[in-house]
């Protein structure tokens, strides 16, 4: 007597006990990730000082991830509870492609904010073409656009895979097309943004080296022994190189401005004299400045920490994202012949659920500004209930 076979099953032995940790996981990886990129979308639109061109790069990452945290990870949670798909073909196949858009369009933003980051860096002038206000919405659109385009021909193709118990396209019916695909997006993509935040790192060595020996040569020439004290304190990125590309991030020269587009005439004239010193007259001493261009000089090497602090912070976006797939990648191309154990697999893709949650407490953690607007949101949004709360407390008066 012929057995039927449910297709839209995941049961294995192996993985009863296990599928209840990955529904926590999932329900925790729903809560935290809806939670912290709906909030980092609210910080954007209600925080005048986060509204800049480069942030905006953040927030279509956001909304990527909260595609993901509020409408694929509970189907993926209720299809681990219960070892089965429980939506029907339809479904899988609009799962499969929301999965693959989800995860495209954080690839292409990841890439988008590493050229942003290095064109501060090298070409400043560039950087203001291509992510002018309109560039960035033709960008947006395009990386939403591209991922459609490169996925949706796949439609056919999404299936429900038993291995991770969720909607993927067929490992082989897809193919060479879904092969040039991941080769596209995982390992060219991902592999220039590693290569743009190594051009980043080697310029700002070249430009803090630049300036240490502007300072050793000025120090040398025991013209201004008043100012020396003060340039210890600079964060060792060059002053006429940083300012140019750290207006971007900075508070000081974004808070009485909405699109960043100008630099405050102290900061530029100090950018404009550590530039000339450094590249015209290395040997000679600079006129001892006004205590207005100090100050300035100060400000710049707090907008210096502050690009760095920024660069560091997306590089660690793409870390987290290169650490949650690699796993599941590498273990797909090994096992071709699918003997590894069910559970393993499912493990891996479990893993690549953290990376859509993750992001914002990144943010909250290595980004002062995300940390004051998101707690500002949590303030807001908790006072009514603190004074319903009070209320209830206070003694009546009978």
Not at 20 to 41: K, P, R, S
Not at 53 to 64: D, K, S, T
Not at 135 to 163: D, E, H, K, Q, T
């Amino acid at each position: 007597m012929w057995k039927l076979v449910d297709p839209f099953s995941c049961y294995d032995r192996s993985v009863v006990s296990y599928r209840y940790f990955a529904v926590l996981w999932g329900c925790a990886v729903t809560i935290t990730g809806t939670v912290g990129n709906l909030m980092t979308i609210l910080a954007f639109a209600f925080d005048q000082r986060l509204r800049t061109r480069f942030n905006v790069l953040i927030i279509n990452l956001a909304v990527a991830d909260l595609l993901y945290c509020t409408i694929l990870q509970p189907i993926s949670a209720d299809s681990y509870l219960h070892l089965r798909w429980r939506s029907g073909q339809l479904w899988c196949s609009i799962f499969g492609l929301l999965l693959f858009l989800s995860n495209s369009v954080s690839i292409i933003t990841l890439c988008l904010v590493a050229v942003s980051r290095y064109l501060l860096v090298a070409k400043r002038t560039v950087f203001d073409r291509v992510f002018s206000d309109r560039g960035l919405i033709l960008l947006l659109v395009s990386a939403w656009g591209i991922g459609l385009a490169s996925f949706a021909p796949l439609w056919s193709v999404y299936v429900f895979v038993p291995n991770v118990c969720t909607c993927s396209f067929h490992r082989t019916r897809g193919r060479p097309y879904t092969t040039i695909l991941l080769f596209f997006y995982f390992i060219f993509g991902l592999g220039c943004v590693g290569a743009f935040y190594m051009l980043i790192y080697r310029r700002v060595q070249i430009a803090s080296q630049a300036l240490l020996r502007y300072r050793l040569s000025r120090r040398s020439s025991k013209k201004k022994p008043a100012f020396s004290a003060q340039d210890t304190n600079d964060s060792g990125v060059e002053s006429g190189l940083a300012n140019t590309c750290s207006c971007e991030v900075s508070s000081q020269a974004e808070a009485g401005q909405n699109k960043d587009e100008t630099i405050p005439s102290t900061q530029s004239a100090a950018s404009s004299l550590d530039s000339s010193a450094v590249n015209k007259h290395p040997h000679h001493a600079v006129p001892a400045p006004i205590p207005a261009g100090s100050s300035s000089h100060s400000a710049s090497s707090g907008d210096d920490s502050e690009f760095k602090r920024v660069t560091r912070m997306c590089f660690t976006v793409f870390l987290c994202f290169v650490f949650c797939f690699v796993p599941f990648l590498l273990l797909n191309i090994a096992d071709k012949q699918n003997q590894a154990p069910q559970v393993l697999h499912m493990i891996c893709a479990n893993l690549t659920w953290l990376n859509s949650c993750i992001n914002p407490v990144l943010y909250a953690v290595m980004n002062r500004q995300f940390l004051q607007a998101y707690h500002l949101l949590l303030t807001r949004t908790a006072a009514p209930f603190i004074r319903l709360w009070t209320w209830c407390k206070a003694p009546k008066s009978s």
